[in-house]
């Protein structure tokens, strides 16, 4: 074989064995279910709506999440879009199984209308980062 086309057929055969890899990897991010061996958070609801409201409010929702993870979970922050929207929580390690919640407060002072407010939740768990909302009708 020339020397010109052995350097193609290598090259095919490099990007032909890095493609199985990448897709294996790629279909176990998408089944994660939590039993890989570390931990995964999972809420009941990622969602609230409050509904019409009256200005000047102040709304309290509670998020609950599960570990259905093998490993414990930590939350390492929290971080509200906005300052009038502060998350509260508990950063101990919550066992696999183990159940808890976010509490979170939305003052609707200073804001008319529809809003939607987000919260980033960082964590150790495979989906490691989970955005949840708070919407409501401000009158």
């Given at each position: 074989?020339?020397?010109?086309?052995?350097?193609?057929v290598?090259?095919?055969?490099?990007?032909?064995?890095?493609?199985?890899?990448?897709?294996?990897?790629?279909?176990?991010?998408?089944?994660?279910?939590?039993?890989?061996?570390?931990a995964?958070?999972?809420?009941?609801?990622?969602?609230?709506d409050?509904?019409?409201?009256?200005h000047?409010?102040?709304?309290?929702?509670?998020?609950?999440?599960?570990?259905?993870?093998?490993?414990?979970?930590?939350?390492?922050?929290?971080?509200?879009?906005?300052?009038?929207?502060?998350?509260e929580?508990?950063?101990?390690?919550l066992?696999?199984?183990?159940?808890?919640?976010?509490?979170?407060?939305?003052?609707?002072?200073?804001?008319?209308?529809?809003?939607?407010?987000?919260?980033?939740?960082?964590?150790?768990?495979?989906?490691?980062?989970?955005?949840?909302?708070?919407?409501?009708?401000?009158?």
């Amino acid at each position: 074989m020339e020397r010109s086309a052995v350097i193609p057929v290598l090259l095919l055969m490099v990007f032909l064995g890095s493609c199985g890899t990448g897709q294996g990897r790629q279909e176990s991010q998408l089944a994660g279910t939590g039993n890989e061996g570390g931990a995964y958070i999972e809420f009941s609801n990622i969602r609230h709506d409050f509904g019409n409201v009256r200005h000047g409010e102040r709304l309290v929702y509670t998020f609950r999440y599960k570990n259905a993870g093998n490993a414990p979970l930590v939350i390492h922050s929290a971080n509200a879009d906005c300052g009038c929207t502060v998350p509260e929580f508990d950063s101990s390690p919550l066992p696999p199984g183990g159940e808890g919640s976010l509490r979170v407060v939305f003052d609707t002072r200073g804001f008319r209308g529809r809003q939607v407010k987000t919260i980033n939740l960082f964590t150790n768990a495979e989906n490691a980062v989970v955005t949840l909302a708070l919407r409501a009708m401000i009158e």
